[in-house]
């Protein structure tokens, strides 16, 4: 509900939650969501872990929900120091609305129950950026950020308003190729009878599609001819090149407005047949 994108639809989106609800109680299922509740409510119950953790460092917290970052601060109640380090830009969990700043007012709260206020200062959450990338160069960060203004435009305080990332060395922009099509790719296929155009990706270059679905169709196109990944596949990985295939073709929200279009387009044809066929 603190949400702010859902800000003028949180009525309807309320009713979806009450309706997943509702199929998964029938479908006897549980979610992520479930599974943490369950153990926080557990650990009301009981304390969890014994032990005194010094300190505790979290990596790639942002594709984790607030309630399962909330789990780990209740795990490791009485740790001296937590330090959690993420980017917005490369959340990829399905379902996460994750923001920095949540999880400062997370930190804040859990400061405030765990320490006793009379005798301790309550620490407030520091928070810092880390905003020069050694791993790229600033041709490739430059789109990304342009993308991530994109997002801060159409979708506001959906995502943390952060410092541009930049890098120390300059590079090309990304190519893209307009009218690209899938025949382009026999060059790559190990089933091609000429062995002469057979071209290999090495281990420093591959192509990153949407969803296995695609992963699929293009790897029975290609054969063993070059390494085919998922954006989950490829988190956390590094390549030299890297060809992104068809990524917004095969988006769901694609699929979506292309839904919405074909509505639109029946509803015109049937106004056209009312008014102007006899």
């Known amino acids: 509900k603190k949400y702010p994108v859902f800000l003028y639809n949180r009525e309807q989106i309320y009713d979806l939650f009450e309706h997943y609800e509702k199929m998964k109680a029938r479908n006897n299922e549980y979610d992520s969501m479930d599974r943490t509740l369950a153990i926080l409510r557990y650990a009301e119950k009981k304390a969890l872990g014994s032990l005194h953790i010094h300190e505790v ?15 780990i601060l209740k795990v490791f109640d009485r740790a001296s ?4 380090a993420g980017d917005i830009a490369q959340c990829i969990a399905k379902g996460s609305s994750f923001r920095f700043q949540d999880l400062k007012d ?3 709260k859990w400061e405030h129950t765990r320490v006793p206020t009379k005798n301790h200062n309550v620490i407030k959450p520091k928070q810092f950026h880390l905003d020069i990338n050694y791993r790229s160069h600033d041709g490739i960060l430059q789109l990304a950020a342009s993308v991530v203004d994109l997002i801060h435009h159409f979708f506001p305080n959906s995502i943390d308003k ?3 990332e930049r890098a120390e060395i300059g590079g090309p922009l990304p190519i893209i190729f307009d009218g690209f099509q899938k025949e ?12 002469n155009s057979f071209i290999e990706f090495g281990a420093y270059q591959v192509i990153i599609v949407r969803d296995d679905d695609a992963k699929s169709r293009l790897k029975k196109l290609i054969g063993r001819g070059a390494m085919v990944m998922t954006v989950y596949d490829a988190k956390g990985m590094e390549f030299n090149d890297v060809l992104l295939y068809n990524f917004f073709t095969d988006s769901p929200a694609l699929r979506k407005v292309l839904y919405h279009i074909l509505i639109i387009l029946s509803r015109v044809k049937s106004f056209f047949n009312y008014y102007f066929l006899f």
């Open 57 to 71: 460092y979290i990596d790639e917290c942002q594709d984790n929900h607030i309630v399962d970052l909330a789990l």
């Open 81 to 84: 120091s937590i330090f959690l």
């Open 106 to 108: 997370l930190m804040y």
């Open 162 to 164: 952060l410092p541009r």
């Open 184 to 195: 382009y790719f026999k060059i790559f296929s190990t089933t091609d009878k000429d062995q």
